[in-house]
């Protein structure tokens, strides 16, 4: 939408053609030998080292799952080994040329990966720098059984560092790299540049995306390479990833040397099956996945087939590729052809492809053949090659060994401690800025028309004698979200916000307006229109240490990024043994007005997944005190505004919105009106609907309501509430989600158990009704009113003398609707 781009008709309504440039296939051809001049024949070894490492971890995983038993020893492993076993070429030509800069991310089938960039990584980095990631790394738990007793080098040492660790993770062992929370499909090791591998197919589709864009935005050094296998190239993510990473404006609107595409490799691991469908000629119709990079933007992603039986075409490719993104012109689309001998998992038996399939690319084993190559080129003798064999075996077998030993590698211990694995949920830190460097922006803060323009308006939303001011001159909701997140982009240099709309337009709801003249685009820009993107890039952007505001338009669109917001967010602090922070504050505005698919409520989807911390604060000072608390911690946060309430102005809070920073602590409900006869606890918008129904309640009743405003959903204080029906002994529990399956229904649940003695009558939650949301013009029969509030009391808990419902409450028809489903 900005201006400066003029879409002339005269030119997009011309006749033409598109033409598309030829994609090569498989097109390396030089032998062993003609490499020698470009590689030692130590480096030449060291690939068939790395390969044999990791062809007999994974045959020694198989081998536990199908037979209980590895090389004499004996072991019982329950949990998942989604094997790799042919794919070995593939992996090791990914990382040879990559740095510890480097990051990649995996799929679910990803030892291979992990050991591949680790043994890379390994052969890079000094001896002084290797002993001090062994010894830092968890105060050197992990490198403790491996150290004892070793007479070998250093490197040497990190080898066994390297394959223990991730054998301990797989095991669930408080020693693995993970302390054992991420086990065999989630397992990584940051120092080493490996980010986290996803047990959802294609998770790491847009979440390596997000990745990219940190190095980018941030000037980081190195690129990022998304390793998904050929199947994940029909998951949702991996399409929005791609749109997300070939967006126009990195070349035609980011200025300066932020000019240039991302620095992201997509690896497809092309096995050419996803569990037991075969994708080409079967489930996919793209017959080779490069094809597929053709649709993607102008420069086809630079995508390419290369022979991943053959390691170093691979290596060749990514020297030619990472030289593309040296030069800016990313994102770049790898093709890897290989195969896994394996099934997709151990129970698999392959019954969907014949034997003689198998027995024909076991024929042409990477492996076999690439020593065969070595040996034919005088590089290495068959004796040098056995002992490599030898020697990995029994690296394997000790490394097993000290994994399974209970003593040495126990399990987490949740029995003296059973809340050890809920305190990795959340780190709760306080951070002020991600990283202590200046910011960019474009003006100084006082400088901004908004923010001067805020200092004009009237904070409190009462004049002296009680009448309210006009919208026009009144800080609103909007206004205190909008100083929060100002404030937190003029101290934290990596803090990036997007999402539709963001830019230029200010914001669906005019939030943002303003932080356009202020912010370069590197920090404020339009996401296409591709929910599952906007989350899974936030992700991994904060995932390498930056902090992010991505914007969900309407609340409703939280299906669009139901894996991300829901499986992949709220877990990784905890799958990673809190190495990882999550510092990412979701805007998600809950709307009415626009119907069944623009209206609805989903807070309880949110606040039922745990990991994430849900906020929904519906007036200007709780806008912006929890806006300042969610952009100084480390935490995942969904925070819930309200379409109705961006203009409100402050009517709670003696003397306004202070214009200074402050925070309000999360999980702390307010008191926004005394009264001892009954409590009311709201959620969201029905505050105020709530307090109406209080007024009435008084005026006409004489009956006197306290109503508290939740503010926070995860973590909730239920203190102040328990206290409140102390007083009163009834409460009403009310808000604008559908009352069936809500956090009104469990918050009305935990009061029961904790209040019961207090209580004179059950709770009664008042939510909308389990409907579609109408039109506008209908709502009123749908979101809970001031007077289905009176009704519930006076149906449900105190006789109100005179009263005549206007909606039902009564036993009869709570049953009626829920044996309707209604």
């Not at 990514?318 to 001998?341: A, F, S």
């Not at 690319?361 to 030898?390: H, M, N, P, R, Y």
Request: proline share 5%; glycine share 10%.
């Amino acid at each position: 939408m900005p201006k400066v781009q003029y879409i002339n008709p005269d030119d997009v309504r011309k006749p033409g053609q598109i033409e598309f440039k030829p994609i090569p296939v498989n097109q390396y051809s030089k032998t062993v030998e003609e490499e020698k001049e470009n590689f030692s024949n130590e480096d030449l070894v060291r690939i068939y080292h790395d390969m044999v490492v990791i062809r007999e971890f994974e045959t020694m995983l198989n081998l536990i799952k199908t037979q209980g038993v590895y090389n004499g020893v004996e072991y019982n492993h329950p949990g998942p080994a989604h094997l790799s076993i042919g794919q070995e070429a593939a992996a090791v030509g990914m990382a040879y040329t990559l740095g510890v800069e480097d990051f990649i991310f995996g799929s679910h089938r990803s030892h291979g990966e992990i050991l591949a960039k680790g043994l890379s990584a390994i052969d890079k980095l000094t001896d002084e720098q290797l002993i001090e990631i062994m010894d830092t790394h968890f105060d050197g738990i992990t490198a403790a059984p491996v150290k004892a007793g070793h007479k070998g080098t250093t490197k040497e040492l990190a080898i066994k560092f390297l394959v223990y660790g991730t054998l301990a993770e797989v095991f669930a062992r408080a020693t693995g790299f993970n302390k054992g929370l991420g086990g065999s499909m989630h397992a990584f090791f940051t120092p080493f540049g490996v980010y986290p591998n996803n047990a959802i197919v294609g998770g790491s589709g847009d979440i390596a995306v997000g990745a990219a864009l940190y190095k980018k935005a941030n000037r980081k050094e190195g690129i990022v390479v998304a390793n998904i296998g050929d199947a994940s190239m029909a998951c949702g993510p991996v399409w929005e990833g791609l749109a997300f990473a070939s967006m126009d404006q990195f070349t035609e609107l980011w200025e300066g040397d932020m000019k240039g595409g991302l620095p992201l490799i997509v690896n497809i691991m092309n096995n050419q099956y996803g569990m037991g469908g075969q994708t080409c000629g079967e489930t996919m119709g793209y017959d080779v996945a490069a094809r597929i990079g053709a649709g993607v933007n102008r420069d086809q992603m630079h995508a390419e087939r290369v022979d991943g039986y053959n390691p170093l075409a691979v290596i060749d490719a990514y020297k030619r590729k990472k030289k593309i993104l040296e030069e800016k012109r990313g994102p770049v689309l790898l093709d890897v052809l290989t195969y896994r001998y394996s099934g997709h998992s151990p129970s698999d038996a392959s019954s969907y492809r014949s034997k003689e399939e198998v027995e024909a690319w076991e024929a042409q084993d990477s492996i076999i053949w690439f020593g065969k190559e070595l040996v034919k080129a005088g590089v290495a003798t068959e004796a040098e090659l056995e002992a490599i064999k030898t020697g990995t075996t029994d690296l394997i077998t000790s490394s097993m060994k000290l994994a399974i030993d209970d003593e040495i590698s126990p399990l987490m211990d949740v029995k003296t401690q059973p809340n050890l694995i809920g305190e990795m949920m959340f780190s709760n830190q306080s951070i002020d800025k991600m990283e202590d460097r200046p910011v960019e922006v474009n003006h100084p803060m006082e400088e901004n028309p908004r923010v001067k323009s805020l200092k004009t308006k009237e904070r409190f939303m009462f004049d002296a004698n009680g009448k309210p001011f006009s919208k026009i001159k009144t800080y609103g909701l909007k206004d205190g979200l909008f100083e929060a997140i100002v404030d937190r982009f003029y101290k934290d240099p990596t803090l990036i916000a997007y999402g539709e709309e963001n830019r230029d337009w200010g914001g669906a709801f005019a939030v943002y307006r303003g932080l356009t003249e202020a912010l370069p685009y590197n920090r404020l820009f339009n996401s296409p229109i591709a929910e599952a993107a906007i989350i899974g890039t936030a992700i991994g952007y904060a995932m390498c240490g930056g902090r992010v505001i991505p914007e969900i338009m309407y609340c409703d669109f939280l299906g669009r990024c139901g894996d991300e917001v829901f499986n992949q967010l709220p877990k990784w602090q905890a799958m990673s043994g809190n190495v990882l922070k999550m510092p990412v504050v979701i805007r998600v505005s809950v709307g009415s007005k626009y119907g069944a698919q623009h209206s609805q409520d989903w807070t309880a989807l949110a606040a039922h997944i745990p990991g994430l911390k849900v906020v929904f604060p519906v007036s200007p000072y709780d806008a912006k005190g929890l806006m300042n608390t969610a952009l100084q911690g480390t935490d995942p946060v969904i925070f819930f505004e309200s379409q109705r309430l961006y203009d409100i102005g402050e009517q709670f809070h003696e003397g306004g919105v202070p214009e200074g920073y402050y925070e309000i602590p999360f999980g702390e409900p307010d008191v926004k009106k005394e009264g001892k006869d009954v409590t009311i606890l709201t959620i969201g918008a029905t505050l105020y609907r709530a307090l109406d129904a209080a007024k009435t309640l008084e005026e006409k009743y004489n009956l006197s309501a306290e109503v508290i405003d939740s503010r926070c959903m995860v973590p909730f204080n239920y203190e102040p509430v328990i206290e409140s029906i102390k007083k009163t002994g009834r409460i009403i529990i009310s808000g604008d989600a559908s009352a069936r399956g809500s956090f009104l229904r469990d918050m009305a649940s935990n009061i029961t158990e904790l209040a019961f003695d207090y209580l004179d009558a059950p709770p009664v939650v008042v939510g909308s009704r389990n409907w579609i949301t109408p039109a506008y013009e209908l709502e009123d029969v749908f979101f809970p009113q001031a007077d289905w509030i009176i009704d519930a009391i006076h149906t449900k808990m105190l006789p109100l003398e005179g009263h005549v419902c206007k909606s039902d409450f009564t036993e009869a028809e709570q049953l009626d609707r829920n044996a309707r489903g209604i």
